[in-house]
């Protein structure tokens, strides 16, 4: 599985990284998200699940290789 | 059965989808769209930077993966608990086991015709189309939305009058001074900010005010709030006031006479919940809020047996001019306010809100996330004022009155 960020869209809500702080990080200037892993383990997924779902912004898409 | 095809509604389908639920799943949209986002509309897609195809929540090859009977265009007009059957605009009946009610709100408006709302993808174009250089503008409601599109109107060169009752703008909700400092970006951008007027009717060429006179413009838009989407609900035994009235599991509670079927539950800006992490019934209308209600109540109808509360900490933002408001937390009826970070006149600063002794919320400008985030993360773990704002704080030396 892959992440997909669409950065323009990312209103930098932060939310990812509370439900995947594995996998997300922010920029510290604008708050932007930061992919941290684009195809995190399977362990991760759930957590990822979780950020694509309260993402704010609709910002995030996790597909299938 | 999910009723509301916005990101409430879109959040709960995919939320059954995922914890595998494998039956039947009709979502019911008012609005002919696939489910859409809506922060854009007073930002990016009223000042024509996005074109609407960004809009869309999912692809549709993803919303074709949950294999939902997708029914737009129509309204649900009725609910009928005895029967578990909702009642459609077109008279079609649909029955349900389970209901999650996500239908929303919908704009306040005035008196008169021929003013702009912003609510819906058609609102927002509608707008957009009369906005142009040299036009006058006149926004009724200096909350968020109308602020939000008073910066963008400027920022197209439109001329703005922006028109708020109270003294102060967002005072009853951010406080007076954060909310002066709000409202200075308005002025500084040569937005004619009035206070203090009342509205009483949207006119011929502009509004009128409450002493007779006319403001005058070349489109009116009205931002004074909105109203829970409960019409269809009205009689059918559950209980309605100011929204869809929850418990703390976001389960629809009873009118009375209690009658005997469950399994409704409400998410988004309809439902008026009881958040137990603020002890308080509140209804709230922001987006990540849509999604993490939609998510939560959708597990708790799919396993009664292990319902979790729905306890978030709110959160809101709001771009205005090069400003980026960001709040956590819970932050109305507050009884002081403290900046904890920056500066108010920098127009850069963390506001922390008191309640009682407890920090009950944060609001942000121009700061990085990794100074605003231990403060949510602190509301979040209720933590007591006096432990948490150090008395002697006051960057500016402002300690400022609440409410």
Not at chain 2, 134 to 156: D, I, M, P, S, T
Not at chain 2, 178 to 195: I, N, W
Not at chain 2, 272 to 282: I, K, Q
Request: charged share 25%.
């Amino acid at each position: 599985m892959r992440v997909e960020l669409d950065e323009p869209k990312c209103v930098a809500a932060g939310q990812c990284v509370m439900a995947s702080p594995e996998v997300f990080d922010q920029r510290e200037e604008d708050g932007v998200a930061i992919l941290l892993e684009e195809r995190p383990g399977d362990e991760l997924l759930d957590g990822v699940r979780e950020a694509v779902a309260v993402c704010p912004a609709a910002a995030l898409r996790l597909v299938e290789e | 059965m999910v009723v509301g095809a916005s990101a409430a509604g879109l959040a709960a389908t995919e939320t059954l989808r995922r914890e595998g639920y494998g039956g039947a799943l009709t979502l019911i949209g008012e609005e002919p769209h696939a489910p859409y986002d809506r922060p854009p509309l007073s930002k990016q897609i009223l000042s024509g930077e996005w074109s609407t195809d960004r809009l869309p929540l999912r692809r549709s090859t993803d919303l074709d993966g949950l294999d939902l009977d997708l029914r737009l265009g129509v309204a649900a007009t009725g609910l009928e608990l005895a029967d578990r059957t909702v009642v459609l605009a077109d008279g079609t009946r649909v029955p349900y086991d389970g209901l999650i009610v996500a239908t929303g709100v919908r704009p306040r408006r005035l008196p008169g015709d021929g003013a702009h709302v912003l609510r819906t993808v058609d609102d927002a174009l509608a707008l957009r189309d009369r906005l142009a250089p040299g036009r006058r503008l006149v926004v009724v409601g200096a909350g968020f939305l109308g602020a939000e599109a008073a910066a963008v109107a400027r920022g197209l060169g439109c001329a703005v009058t922006l028109l708020e009752p109270a003294p102060v703008p967002l005072a009853h909700a951010v406080g007076e001074q954060v909310g002066r400092v709000l409202s200075q970006a308005h002025l500084d951008h040569g937005v004619e900010l009035r206070t203090g007027v009342t509205v009483t009717a949207v006119t011929e060429g502009g509004v009128r005010l409450a002493d007779g006179e006319l403001v005058e413009g070349d489109a009116v838009l009205v931002a004074v709030g909105s109203l829970p989407n409960t019409e269809w609900l009205v009689d059918c035994g559950l209980a309605v006031g100011d929204g869809l009235i929850c418990d703390e599991y976001g389960e629809a509670a009873w009118g009375s006479p209690r009658p005997k079927a469950g399994g409704v539950y409400a998410a988004g800006d309809v439902a008026r919940w009881y958040n137990a992490l603020f002890g308080v019934p509140m209804r709230i209308e922001h987006r990540t809020n849509a999604a993490e209600q939609g998510m939560a109540v959708a597990r708790n109808l799919l396993r009664p047996e292990a319902r979790k509360p729905f306890t978030p900490v709110p959160y809101f933002w709001s771009d205005q001019y090069d400003m980026r408001v960001q709040a956590y937390g819970y932050l109305r009826g507050h009884d002081e306010v403290a900046v904890v970070d920056g500066d108010l006149s920098g127009r850069r600063f963390v506001a922390a809100y008191r309640t009682g002794d407890r920090l009950t919320g944060v609001l942000a400008v121009g700061m990085p996330p990794k100074a605003i985030r231990p403060w949510r993360q602190a509301i979040a773990a209720r933590a007591a004022w006096h432990e948490t704002v150090p008395t002697a704080t006051p960057a500016a030396g402002a300690r400022l009155d609440g409410r």
